[in-house]
């Protein structure tokens, strides 16, 4: 045994400084919930298809003069806003039908089958 290490350290201190304690961490839920997903799945059609409404009705028949300056081009970048939300929304969708099949959950309430693999 060394008597410098005996020395310098006291019989009673701890090896490390105590930790601060942290708060419990919780679950983390996995992006995108299935509430994000279809919210911005439907969310992109509404707005889509009022936009397109509302495109066509500020024309209001004029197609060679283009309609309203201020509310035609408007709704129509709406409606790309709200195709944009479409699109966004499937590929949101995709990527949590993919997660759903491929997590692995065990039903506390079915037993297990004899052979079956794991």
């Known amino acids: 045994m060394d008597t410098r290490e005996s020395a310098s350290t006291p019989p009673d201190a701890p090896d490390s400084p105590p930790r601060p304690l942290s708060p ?5 839920q996995r992006f995108p919930s299935w509430k994000q997903a279809l919210v911005t799945f439907l969310g992109g059609i509404v707005l889509a298809a009022t936009a ?8 209001g028949g004029n197609f060679e003069r283009g309609g309203d300056p201020v509310l035609t081009p408007l709704a129509a970048i709406l409606f790309f806003v709200g195709v944009l ?3 966004v929304g499937v590929v ?7 997660r759903a099949m491929t997590e692995k959950k065990s039903d506390p ?3 297990d089958r ?5």
């Open 52 to 59: 397109c409404v509302g495109f066509l009705t500020s024309l």
């Open 92 to 98: 949101l969708l995709i990527v949590r039908l993919a």
């Open 114 to 118: 004899p052979g079956q693999r794991t």
């Open 85 to 87: 939300a479409f699109l």
């Open 109 to 111: 309430h079915v037993p």
């Open 24 to 28: 419990p961490e919780s679950p983390r």
